[in-house]
Each structure stands twice: as structure tokens, then as C-alpha cells.
């Protein structure tokens, strides 16, 4: 899927022109085009709503705003102006950054552990998934902003200018986004870090 | 730097990781898509497209129908407004009425009269009336 998941040049391409035909019958009342787009969408958007946010709950909701976007504005996208995929994700974005802004401030630290992790036998689960749920728990000190450039970059794979265009920002705001954020989750991670030795 | 190289293998297996895991997972998807099946239901966003054609991103406020639909409905207006006009001159006129006389400006009264002119009774008052 072009709009979500790094992956080959070909395949990005095919999805790529699989959403942009899908896009096409939305916008000309085919229903199912639109159900069957949705179904393309909604797991790697809820993935990254998760990571950005980190609740279900309200990356549920940003994803369900950024469709109910994505269906009124279908028309306005230009596919010269740049691909679908970036244009989708900005949405995406857009909605999952507003929602946390009218929400509530970024959750404390202890408060983030007890969101992300409500059990506490991590020892059980597999050592990679153990180290996600670490880090996911230690991100939620940072700034939305800054939680989307990581979230974008390490998950999605994108290139500064690919975040830049998302975030509506720079190349050299999403270096700058990026650096902070790693700073400020060192100490955050200190414990990890002797983990890993 | 080790520390360096620690976090971004952290960070690294946070992004590679799925965070849809959890129990509640498969069914928030499932609540996403059948949001996105009842906006789909709902009818088609707008008509046209600028995906075919030319590809130009016109804005639904430049549509031509829109614009004719914002005149047609503005010239309604107009027409109700004009056929109105009279209906209302009627209602406003007894307000603006220069024939109605104003008592108190022009007669010369004393200060019993302005009183008795101006004072409303109470209804036990006007009962033993």
C-alpha cells in the first residue's frame, strides 16, 4: 500500500495507482471503491494514529475524522501537487494533532505506562515487541509534533522531505524535530540503555 | 556514540514493531471501516471530478453551478423582497404616522392631566371604576 507501507518502488507504484483509481470511483458515488479504499487505509492509519497519540482510542477517532475528510475532499486533491499518499497522511496528521491538542496535554510519563502497557509482564513478551512498548511508553513526554516526525520516520520510512510536506514544515523543522525528540527520550530510556549493554 | 547507536536501535524496533496488537484492536478497525461504509452509503461527495481531464484542482466554490445556484437563489430573494414591499410599508405605517397626534407635545396641559393621561391603573382600581 503506497500511502502507508514502505515497500518496493513497483509495488508503491501499483498501490499507488490502485488508490488513485479507487479515489476516482469515490468521487464518481461508487460506493464500494470508497469501502474498498477505507479497507487499504484504515490499519496502517490506525498504526500510525496509535504511535502518534498513543491511545487506541483516539487514534480510532483521528482515523474515522481523517475518512469523513477524506470522502468530502476527495475532489480537491490534485494529484500534481503531490501523491495521494503524502496528501492522505497529512490528513491523517492533521487530525490526530488537533484531537490531542483539544483532548488533553501530552500524558505524564507514569501516567503513559499505565495507557500503553496496562500489563506488567512485559518479561513475557517477545524482546523486539518488549523494546516497541518501552519506547512507545517513553514517547509520550514529547510533543505531539515530535512523536509524528519519529513516528513518520521510523515506521514509515519517510525522508525528511516526505515528513516536511506532511507536517508542513522544513526539511531542516523535521532535523530539528527529530534531534529534540531523541534528546529528550534518552533520559527516558536511561534504563534501557543498561539494558541493551 | 553507544548510546546513540542503543536508541536508534530502540527506536528502530519501535517503528518496525505492530501496534496492533491488543485486544480492542480488531474491533476499532472494524468500527473504522463500517464508518467508512456508511459515509461511502451516504452518496457521493461532490459531483465532478479533477482526477479525469485536466487534472486542475478546482475548488467546489469555483464550480460554475455553484455559482449559478448562489444567483438564482439571490434573484429569489430580490423578487420576494420586491413583491413584499408594500405588505410591509403597510405594517411600518401607523408607526411613522405623522397624522397620529402626539397629545402631550402639542396640547397644553396641566400637571393633573399629564397625570391622568399617563398613569395606569392597578386592576382593583379599575375594577372600583
Not at chain 1, 11 to 29: C, H, M, P, V, Y
Not at chain 1, 96 to 102: E, H, P, Q, V
Request: charged content about 20%; aromatic content about 4%; proline content about 6%.
Amino acid at each position: 500500500m503506497a500511502a502507508m507501507t514502505p515497500a518496493t518502488p513497483a509495488g508503491n507504484r501499483r498501490a499507488a495507482q490502485a488508490e488513485a483509481l479507487l479515489l476516482q470511483r469515490s468521487i464518481d458515488g461508487d460506493p464500494r471503491a470508497f469501502a474498498a479504499l477505507a479497507r487499504m487505509l484504515a490499519r496502517p492509519a490506525l498504526a500510525l494514529g496509535i504511535r502518534v497519540l498513543g491511545d487506541r482510542a483516539l487514534a480510532e477517532d483521528a482515523v474515522q475524522e481523517a475518512l469523513t475528510r477524506l470522502w468530502r475532499e476527495a475532489r480537491q486533491f490534485d494529484p500534481e501537487r503531490g501523491s495521494f499518499a503524502a496528501w492522505w497522511r497529512r490528513m491523517l496528521v492533521n487530525c490526530a494533532l488537533d484531537g490531542r491538542r483539544r483532548l488533553k496535554p501530552v500524558a505524564a510519563l507514569d501516567e503513559a505506562e499505565s495507557i500503553a502497557d496496562p500489563s506488567p509482564s512485559a518479561a513475557g513478551l517477545a524482546e523486539a515487541a518488549s523494546l516497541a512498548a518501552r519506547v512507545q511508553q517513553a514517547t509520550a513526554v514529547l510533543p505531539a509534533r515530535q512523536r509524528a516526525a519519529l513516528a513518520l520516520f521510523y515506521a514509515d520510512g519517510l525522508s525528511m522531505a516526505e515528513i516536511g510536506e506532511i507536517l508542513e514544515t522544513t526539511e531542516k523543522a523535521v532535523e530539528g524535530l527529530l534531534t529534540r525528540g531523541r534528546a529528550a527520550l534518552k533520559p527516558q530510556l536511561a534504563g534501557l540503555r543498561e539494558e541493551l549493554e | 556514540m553507544m548510546a546513540d547507536r542503543k536508541l536508534e536501535t530502540a527506536l528502530s524496533a519501535w517503528g518496525r514493531a505492530d501496534p496492533l496488537q491488543g485486544a480492542g484492536d480488531e474491533a476499532a478497525l472494524l468500527r473504522i471501516l463500517q464508518h467508512a461504509d456508511t459515509l461511502a452509503l451516504s452518496g457521493p461527495p461532490l459531483p465532478g471530478s479533477v482526477l479525469s481531464g485536466s487534472a486542475t484542482a478546482a475548488s467546489s466554490s469555483h464550480h460554475p453551478r455553484r455559482w449559478l445556484g448562489s444567483l438564482s437563489a439571490l434573484a429569489a430573494a430580490l423578487v420576494i423582497l420586491a413583491l413584499a414591499a408594500p405588505l410591509i410599508q403597510k405594517t411600518m405605517a401607523p408607526v411613522f404616522n405623522d397624522e397620529v397626534p402626539t397629545v402631550l407635545a402639542d396640547a397644553d396641559l396641566d400637571d393633573g392631566l399629564v397625570f391622568a393621561l399617563l398613569y395606569t391603573p392597578t386592576n382593583d382600581e379599575e375594577y372600583q371604576l
